[in-house]
C-alpha cells in the first residue's frame, strides 16, 4: 500500500507507529505525540500503519492498514478469521510472548493499583494446551441474507456475526457438531430470534465437553419452549453423534445480553455430562459454571495442594464455590469445607457432586458471598476467594477482615480487581501477599488467571 502520511492527531488521518506494549485488552500500545494510541491485532515490535478511528484528548483508537515491519513475537494465526471474530485477541501472537505479557499484567495491576512494590509475582504456568482447549461454548445464531443459519462470535466491538464452521480453540470434537447442528436448524425452518425486532426463537447453540470423559451436551437458547419436530430431530442428533448424552432447551424470553435464564428443560438423554476433575467425579449441566480449561484448572488445583501444609485438622470455606470444583478436592485435606454460592442450581450440583464422591465432610449454602459469611458464625483456618471478574463485595472485605482466617488463597481471573482487593485486605499490614502464581487459563487471548496466597499477621 502507498499512503500518504498524515501524522496529525484526528479522527480519520494515518499515523505510522512502533508499537511498544499490550494493554490489557489485548490491544497493541503506540505512542502519537505523547498522547497513547490502541491499535488490535497488533503486538510489541510491529511498525504499523493505522487509520484513527476515536480520538479523545489523551488517547485514541485505530485500525491496522499495514505492517510495515513486523514484530519477531508475530506469527500466523492458526484461524483464518482470526482478525475478525472477537473469540481471540492474539492468535497472532507467538505462545511465550503471550505468556511474558500476561506475566507483566499481574505485576503491572499489582504495582499500578495495588500500590505494591515489586509484588512477589512467581513465573508464570503456561496452560497443557494452547489450541482446542475449550470445554464449552455458547454461539449466537443468525440467519445471513440469503436466509442461511450462522453461528459463531461476533466481531469485536459489534454485533456482527462471524460466521464459523469451526473453531482451533474449542475442543475438536465439538467442530463437527457446530457445522452439522446449523444445517439441521436450517432445514428444521426454526425461526433465529432478531434482537432489534425482538421476534424469532433460537438464540444460542450451546455446546459442553467432558474433555476427560468426552461426553457432550447439546443446548438450543429459545425463546420457546417447544420447537416443531425438536423431539425427532433430538433423537437424530442423539443416534448421529455417540458422545452425544444430552439434548435441551433453555428457556430464555427475556431481552438482554444474558445467555442462559434460569429454566433448562431436558428433551432426550441426561441433563448432565460427567467429567472427572482433581481424581473426582463431577456432574455438570449445560448452565453452570465450571473452568473453561479443564487442564489449566487442574494445574492451579496441584499447585494450591503442594503448596499448602494441610495437617487434616483445618476448617476451609470457599467463596463463589460453584459446582465444588476447588471445594470437593481439597475437602479431602482438611476437617472441614464450606462451600458458598449465589446460584442454587449450582449449590445443588455441589452437594450432588460431595454425594456421588462420598466426600462427607462439606456443607453448602445458597446465597451471596457477602450475606452468608458474617453469618456462619466460624473461624476459617483457610480462606478460598474465586470471584468473578468485578471482584469481591466490599462488605466480603469486611467480613474477611473481621473473622481474619490466618491463610486466604484468593483466585482471580482479573489483576485490576485482584490488584484492587488485595490492597485493601493488606492495609494497617494486616495481611501480607507471600506470593501471587499467573496461570494462562486462556490462550490467545489477552485474559489471564492468578492465584494469591495472604497470610494474616498475628500480633
Known amino acids: 500500500m502507498n499512503f500518504i502520511m498524515n501524522q496529525s492527531y484526528q479522527q480519520g488521518h494515518l499515523v505510522e507507529l ?106 508464570i504456568l503456561s496452560s497443557p494446551e494452547i489450541l482446542g482447549y475449550r470445554n464449552k461454548t455458547t454461539y449466537p445464531l443468525k440467519r445471513s441474507t ?70 457432550i451436551l447439546l443446548t438450543l437458547v429459545s425463546t420457546s419452549k417447544k420447537l416443531t419436530n425438536f423431539q425427532q430431530q433430538a433423537e437424530i442428533w442423539l443416534q448421529r453423534y455417540p458422545n452425544l448424552v444430552g439434548v435441551s432447551i433453555n428457556y430464555n424470553p427475556h431481552s438482554g445480553n444474558k445467555i442462559f435464564a434460569e429454566e433448562t428443560f431436558n428433551y432426550i438423554g441426561r441433563p448432565y455430562l460427567t467429567e472427572t476433575f482433581g481424581q473426582l467425579n463431577f456432574q455438570l449441566s449445560s448452565d453452570t459454571f465450571f473452568q473453561i480449561n479443564t487442564e489449566a484448572a487442574e494445574v492451579l488445583l496441584n499447585v494450591l495442594l503442594e503448596k499448602l501444609c494441610f495437617t487434616g485438622e483445618e476448617t476451609l470455606i470457599d467463596a463463589y464455590c460453584g459446582v465444588g470444583t476447588f471445594t470437593l478436592p481439597l475437602a479431602q485435606k482438611v476437617a472441614q469445607a464450606v462451600g458458598i454460592e449465589s446460584n442454587h442450581h449450582s449449590i445443588e450440583q455441589a452437594e450432588n457432586n460431595a454425594k456421588i464422591n462420598g466426600v462427607n465432610n462439606t456443607k453448602f449454602y445458597q446465597g451471596t458471598v457477602e450475606n452468608i459469611l458474617p453469618s456462619l458464625n466460624l473461624s476459617p483456618d483457610m480462606m478460598v476467594l474465586d470471584p468473578p471478574r468485578k471482584g469481591c463485595d466490599r462488605r466480603v472485605i469486611d467480613a474477611l477482615k473481621k473473622i481474619h482466617p490466618p491463610l486466604i488463597v484468593y483466585i482471580s481471573c482479573q489483576p485490576s480487581t485482584l490488584a484492587r ?21 486462556f490462550p490467545q487471548t489477552a485474559h489471564v488467571e492468578a492465584m494469591a496466597l495472604i497470610r494474616h499477621n498475628i500480633d
Not at 503491572?108 to 505494591?116: E, H, V, Y
Not at 457445522?179 to 447453540?205: A, F, M, P
Open 18 to 123: 512502533e508499537i511498544i506494549d499490550l494493554a490489557h485488552s489485548g490491544d497493541g500500545v503506540g505512542k502519537l505525540d505523547g498522547r497513547t494510541v490502541f491499535v488490535p491485532d497488533t503486538v510489541t515490535g510491529d511498525r504499523i500503519m493505522a487509520r484513527l478511528t476515536h480520538v479523545k484528548k489523551q488517547y485514541a483508537h485505530g485500525k491496522l492498514q499495514e505492517i510495515i515491519s513486523p514484530s519477531p513475537h508475530r506469527i500466523r494465526p492458526s484461524c483464518i478469521v482470526a482478525d475478525k471474530c472477537g473469540g481471540c485477541q492474539w492468535q497472532h501472537i507467538a505462545p511465550d510472548y503471550q505468556l511474558a505479557a500476561k506475566e507483566n499484567q499481574v505485576i503491572q495491576a499489582l504495582t499500578r493499583i495495588g500500590g505494591f512494590n515489586d509484588p512477589p509475582v512467581l513465573p
Open 146 to 215: 440469503t436466509g442461511t443459519v450462522q453461528a459463531g462470535y461476533y466481531q469485536r466491538h459489534s454485533h456482527q456475526l462471524i460466521n464459523l464452521n469451526q473453531c482451533p480453540i474449542q475442543d475438536p470434537r465439538l467442530n463437527p457438531i457446530l457445522q452439522e447442528v446449523k444445517q439441521d436448524i436450517q432445514d428444521q425452518g426454526w425461526s433465529i430470534y432478531n434482537e432489534q425486532t425482538g421476534k424469532g426463537k433460537l438464540r444460542h447453540l450451546g455446546l459442553r465437553i467432558g474433555k476427560k470423559t468426552g461426553e
Open 421 to 441: 482487593d488485595l490492597e485493601i485486605l493488606c492495609q494497617s499490614e494486616l495481611y501480607t501477599v507471600q506470593w501471587i502464581q499467573p496461570i494462562d487459563f
